[in-house]
């Protein structure tokens, strides 16, 4: 029995001593689950998302990752623009996708490695139609239904463990995003990292 699988696990051990093996560090690769607490609705969204990472330097990598967030129902009030008396109330779904790019640093070696990252990019806000097109109303969330599409910025950190090119990346931050003044949002990832 041992004949059958010996080559094998020689050529694992091979393998694995091999400086290729120690490369594993120049690219990385992801999903995450994302949880994305929006301040103006006050919901808690959650959805996946993907992450690509290129080092450019022995403790700096270049990100970049794209998210959706489902749709989550909320009230939304409307209210009278003479006396600001809320007029209607109802409900409202809100998908979020939000896409950032921007360095990580973070250690080249070892199995626990943790990070600190800066990032920009975009929050696009899907809002289901409003159901009062009177004039004579406003909604709470003006500035989003007219500019759904946002600049963003990320500030956050968090920590990888890994098991040679397989590992588990947690990540928190403050997604904030700019729409009549800096909005901030809780943010957190978690999910499976491949480098190679």
Known sequence: MWRKFAPIVIALLLCGSSPRAFAQNRVEAGIFLDYLGISQTNTRNFGLGGRFGYRIHRKLMMEGELAYDYGINFHEAYRNITNGDITAIERTSI???HGLFGPTLQPDKGGFRPFVTLKGGFMD?????SLLPLTTVESTLLGIRTSSLNAAMYPGGGVEASLGPVGLRFEFGDEIY???GAHNNLRITFGPILRF
């Open 178 to 180: 700019f729409n009549n």
């Open 125 to 129: 806000f899907r809002l289901s139609p």
């Open 95 to 97: 998908g979020v996708t």
